[in-house]
């Protein structure tokens, strides 16, 4: 791709990009929210066409007007949300748009057999070419979209941050599937926030700042603190705002609580204190939020101040949840900030009346338009609407699942900044985070879940390492 | 070898499910009935009533074809009823009582009914309008132009074609082959052609089959030229059980309401993408073999609607319940 | 701002026809001709708005034109003639009113049944059941106090006006209250508004008895004025789902104005009288109603949202 530009509605996304990669070749694209790596994939994938610049594919020039002329031309892009039909089997969403014919017919045993060898190929034995999308797993469904992608014969695969919804261990199993992709001389592009993703995976690494190019390094010849400071212009160490020193009374506890995931979990919040919760995907983390409050109830155990049997209860009682899924369970999209920012206060008739500006201006909300869409608003400024919308009610615990994913590193900092003005505003607050540094540097003691139990307890700031050996199960402290 | 095991395990597995429940309550209602007819001192299963059941729903079992199609997109037809009646009188008009009539008039069904399914599938795909109201207002149009140009039956249709609506071959009557046979082209169609695998795609999400190549517009075109279809046909097969065309003859039966509620009823999900032919023809006969249990116990007809109504709404209720704890896994 | 500005469009179509049914007959400009107008409308917009609560919460009520029948036929049979009956029976209609819509609500909610299958069954129990009662034929009369609300005036003003105003008014306070941007909020996105303390299936609950109190009261006043029949009810559901969408309103929910709603309903029967004003009565009328519902929604068409599932 060279010189690619591109504006939307007057407003300049790219410009003059250039980026290349060889067949065989894993090339990561990194850059904050709203550099232009989605737009260039976009651009690369025939859902746009750029204003300047032009797009050659083994040396020949070519121009896509829709995405299936894309993937004709061996172009396959994987998006976040799974293009992906739950009802149908597995079979029939890798061929769907190209179900082959044999006399007019479907041949439907062509569909099946070259399904399964393409899952043979891959190594990949959990499920086979008949089961419905609907009953597999985020990381199976990953691998279908990959199977898909494969079965067009394409030459270059766009994932768009594929582990984003991946658990630690799933995430070993997708590096194993990108390795296979460069065997079979695939071109992999692969976009990611996570800079450790970059060089496990990695040959060469591009750099978007702004819409343009900042560099393009193997990365061999690259430090991950470099990789950062390109991104952002701004040092590792200013990541995390200072911890609290002081934490006071219980503000909530746990005692036996159990449901069906979970079992004898103990643990306690105090007012100023930020408990993160660590574990791989599957071990109950969030399980464990929504047990708390109410959503998927304990079933056994104490808890103070009360065991809520409903959110209503929870939330009576002081317990807030920022969602880890923002857009499905966070927000009404096409409602306006000021109606989701007080939807929880006027569910519960607390809080009185608002200011909103006030409360907008308290999340850090730039620019604070109350009567604007929230589907209109940033990742970023979206979770400090959620983040407005539990303040409104004072809560004295607020869980975080997930609070920074799909934010951007400008964002994510204020949302630490805010997590942590609230602790010492007197809040008790969970974090759950899939990212250990970030878990890291904001918890003052950490909980590793395992298996729908609690698998230890760690003071602030133990290793990475000793957070994964608790949590895969590998040495008990 | 193996790969045909696959296939026909699938198949298998896809059986199972809503249609298994619908027609498990089909011979629920067959037993129960029997017994009620047999307390009452009469005779369930004779050769009367199963002719009854096959003609009662042979006419509603080929709109409700239809309208699987429709719901299996993700689209309804509301204006099946009216289009019904049309059609009827286009029938009945055209053949005038001669035989040399037949052939015209059943291809001009056939044009008048898939112009109609042409006009809602641009009117929901190129205009963007919401297919309930699409249908609706479609409905209206020929509301407004059947009654304008008719206020009573019209047109006769001749002996030989009469024959459609009244003869059979043993114990089966003429009209349910001609629903089995719609009911057969239509479950090929969703197994094995590409536009049936797109019919399921477009209606599981338009969004994910748009970017697997597929147009989608042209399939809820298509789709829907093919429920009107469909809807033509139950015209002509009315027209010839009643020898003549008839201006309320779609309304009277109900038949648009009643063909969605009988699809739904198969467990067609109204969203769409999921659901099929089988469960349709299922839900179909259970409504028929009601009515039928009804008609022989002598029930007042009024009280049937209110059954009828309860029944659906439970069935529908059964899978929701069903579909929740599948979720919940 | 914004509300204002998605209004728009159905009050300048409204607007339009008022013009033009004022140009082919003057007295409409008279406030007596204007009140005529209101008040034929007036059981129509009611049922619209409260229609709109229910399509806002992402649902669909297709029971209300049979409600409206068993209301009219179960006052005539109770009343038969005799005013001391009239009060109480009023009070009656509008406990079935609400029972319905309770029965709607906690069978769409509870039990998961799609709101249209739900109140597609109660329009067939529903009429099924009130001449499974009568014997199959409206019986008995109306008394005249109870016609009073359909036809007379209270000075200058119908009743049937000020009934309008009333509801309409409450249905715009409703809106606004806490009750309805948690009601917008539901229609938008469930598990959010759930996952926020809102009780998702009592807000949705609440919508569905709004439109059967809706249909209470525009059985009352159309028993009024149009009379004793089994057909008064006939078709109203769709009349009232065709104005709410013309009002703008997205089938699907979470968008839309309960004034402009109600305006989709005036507009409607501004159609209609438009249509007769200008010759075109009897049957074609339907087919140019036809017409020009699928006009007004592709015209105003910001592509409504088939559904939308989430994915896995």
Request: with cysteine; proline share 3%.
């Amino acid at each position: 791709m060279r010189g690619i530009a591109k504006s939307f509605l007057g407003v300049r996304v790219l410009s003059g990009v250039n980026l290349e990669v060889a067949a065989g070749e894993v090339h990561a694209v990194v850059g904050e929210n709203g550099a232009g790596k989605s737009t260039l994939m976009k651009i690369l994938a025939g859902v746009h066409s750029p204003d300047e610049g032009s797009v050659e594919i083994d040396g020949v020039s070519v121009s896509f007007a829709h995405p299936v002329e894309a993937q004709r031309a061996g172009v396959a892009i994987i998006y976040q949300e799974f293009n992906l039909l739950p009802e149908r089997s597995v079979a029939e969403n890798v061929f769907l748009g190209r179900e082959p014919v044999r006399r007019g017919l479907v041949d439907r045993t062509a569909m099946e057999t070259d399904t399964t060898r393409l899952l043979k190929e891959l190594g990949e034995t959990s499920f086979v070419s008949h089961d419905l999308v609907r009953h597999l797993s985020i990381a199976q469904q990953q691998v279908v979209e990959i199977l898909k992608a494969l079965s067009q014969d394409a030459r270059i695969i766009v994932m768009d941050e594929p582990t984003a919804a991946l658990a630690e261990h799933e995430v070993e199993l997708l590096y194993r599937l990108v390795a296979r992709l460069r065997e079979r001389g695939i071109a992999v592009l692969y976009i990611s926030h996570r800079l450790r993703e970059v060089f496990d995976l990695a040959e060469r690494v591009t750099v978007l700042k702004d819409g343009a190019l900042v560099r393009t390094a193997d990365t061999a010849d690259i430090t991950s603190d470099e990789l950062v400071r390109l991104m952002v212009g701004r040092d590792l160490g200013t990541y995390f705002p200072p911890r609290g020193t002081e934490t006071g009374e219980v503000r909530l506890s746990v005692r036996g609580g159990g449901n069906a995931v979970l079992d004898g979990i103990d643990l306690q919040v105090s007012e100023g204190e930020i408990l993160g919760v660590a574990g791989l995907q599957g071990s109950g983390r969030t399980e464990l939020a929504k047990a708390i409050f109410g959503a998927e109830p304990f079933t056994r155990g104490t808890m103070s101040p009360l065991r809520p049997r409903s959110v209503r209860q929870a939330v009576a009682a002081g317990i807030g949840l920022v969602n880890e899924d923002r857009k499905a369970e966070g927000l009404a999209l096409r409602q306006s900030v000021r109606d989701n920012a007080l939807l929880v206060s006027r569910s519960v008739r607390r809080g009185g009346r608002t200011d909103i500006r006030e409360l907008l201006e308290s999340v850090r909300l730039q620019p604070p338009r109350p009567e604007q869409e929230v589907r209109y608003l940033s990742g970023g400024n979206q979770q400090k609407v959620v983040l407005a919308k539990w303040i409104t009610v004072a809560p004295k615990v607020l869980i975080f699942d997930e609070p920074t994913r799909g934010v951007d590193v400008g964002a994510k900092a204020a949302i630490h900044d805010l997590m942590r003005g609230l602790a010492k505003d007197g809040m008790a607050i969970m974090m759950i985070s899939s990212e250990l540094p970030e878990l890291i540097g904001m918890s003052d003691r950490i909980i590793v879940m395992r298996d729908g139990r609690i698998a230890g307890v760690l003071p602030a700031g133990p290793s990475e390492e000793t957070v994964m050996h608790l949590a895969a199960g590998e040495v008990t402290p | 070898m193996t790969e045909r095991t696959l296939t026909s395990f699938s198949l298998r597995r896809k059986v199972t499910g809503s249609t298994l429940i619908i027609y498990l309550a089909l011979i629920g209602v067959l037993l129960i009935g029997w017994v009620l007819v047999a307390v009452d001192g009469g005779n369930f299963l004779t050769l009367e009533t199963v002719v009854g059941i096959q003609q009662r729903s042979a006419a509603l079992g080929i709109v409700a074809v239809g309208q699987t199609l429709a719901i299996l997109v993700g689209s309804l037809d509301l204006s099946v009823a009216y289009l019904i009646s049309l059609t009827s009188l286009v029938a009945a008009e055209i053949m005038a009582g001669q035989d040399s009539g037949i052939l015209p008039a059943v291809a001009a069904v056939i044009a008048v009914s898939a112009l109609i399914g042409l006009v809602n599938g641009l009117v929901i795909t190129r205009l963007h309008v919401h297919a309930f109201i699409a249908t609706l207002g479609v409905a209206l149009i020929i509301k407004g132009v059947v009654d304008h140009l008719y206020d009573g039956p019209s047109g006769s249709v001749p002996e030989s074609f009469q024959r459609l609506g009244y003869d059979r071959l043993g114990p089966v009557p003429v009209s349910a082959l001609l629903w089995a046979a719609v009911a057969v082209a239509a479950w090929f169609l969703l197994r094995r052609t590409r536009l049936g695998y797109r019919i399921y795609a477009v209606g599981g999400d338009e969004e994910v089959a748009r970017l697997s190549g597929v147009r989608t517009g042209r399939i809820i075109v298509a789709t829907h030229v093919l429920c009107s279809i469909c809807a033509g046909i139950a015209g002509l097969l009315l027209a010839g059980r009643l020898g003549a065309g008839a201006p309320t003859v779609g309304t009277d039966g109900g038949y648009d309401l009643e063909s969605i509620a009988a699809v739904v009823l198969g467990g067609t999900a109204l969203a769409g993408g999921k659901g099929g032919v089988p469960g349709t023809v299922g839900g179909v006969l259970l409504l028929a073999v009601l009515d039928s249990v009804f008609n022989q116990l002598e029930v007042n007809a009024f009280f049937k609607d209110v059954v009828r109504g309860v029944v659906i709404v439970a069935a529908v209720a059964v899978y929701a319940r069903r579909t929740v704890r599948r979720r919940s896994r | 701002m914004r509300a204002l500005r998605s209004m728009g469009p159905i009050f300048l179509v409204l607007a339009v026809l008022l013009v033009l049914i004022a140009a082919a007959n003057p007295f409409f400009l008279e406030p007596a001709g204007f009140l005529a107008f209101v008040k034929r409308a007036a059981p129509l917009v009611i049922l619209a708005a409260g229609q709109y609560f229910v399509i806002v919460s992402g649902e669909f009520d297709l029971s209300v034109g049979s409600l409206v029948t068993v209301q009219v036929v179960v006052a005539a049979r109770l009343i038969d003639g005799e005013e001391s009956a009239t009060w109480w029976v009023l009070a009656l209609l509008i406990v079935i009113g609400l029972l319905v819509g309770l029965v709607n609500g906690v069978i769409t909610t509870g039990l998961r049944v799609p709101s249209f299958i739900t109140t597609l069954g109660m329009m067939l129990v529903l009429s099924g059941a009130v001449f499974l009662w009568t014997g199959g034929a409206p019986r008995g009369a109306l008394s005249e106090t109870f016609r009073m609300f359909g036809r007379k005036d209270l000075g200058a003003v119908p009743w049937s006006v000020l009934i309008l105003l009333v509801m309409g008014g409450a249905a715009i306070m409703l809106m606004r209250s806490d009750f309805g941007k948690r009601l917008m909020a539901t229609g938008d996105n469930e598990r959010a508004a759930g996952l926020s303390g809102v009780r998702v299936n009592r807000t949705r609950i609440l919508a569905f008895v709004i439109s059967g109190l809706a249909a209470a009261v525009a059985g009352i006043l159309l028993g009024g004025f149009a009379g004793v029949s089994a057909q008064v009810g006939q078709g109203l559901e769709f009349q009232a789902i065709t104005a709410v969408v013309l009002g703008g309103v997205a089938l699907g929910g979470g968008r839309g104005s309960v004034v402009a709603a109600m305006a989709g309903a005036l507009t409607l029967e501004a159609l209609f009288t438009l249509l007769n004003l200008y010759g075109i009565s009897g049957a074609l009328e339907y087919a140019v109603q036809g017409v020009i519902i699928i006009a007004a929604v592709a015209a105003g068409a910001v592509r409504l949202p088939f559904k939308r599932v989430a994915r896995a």
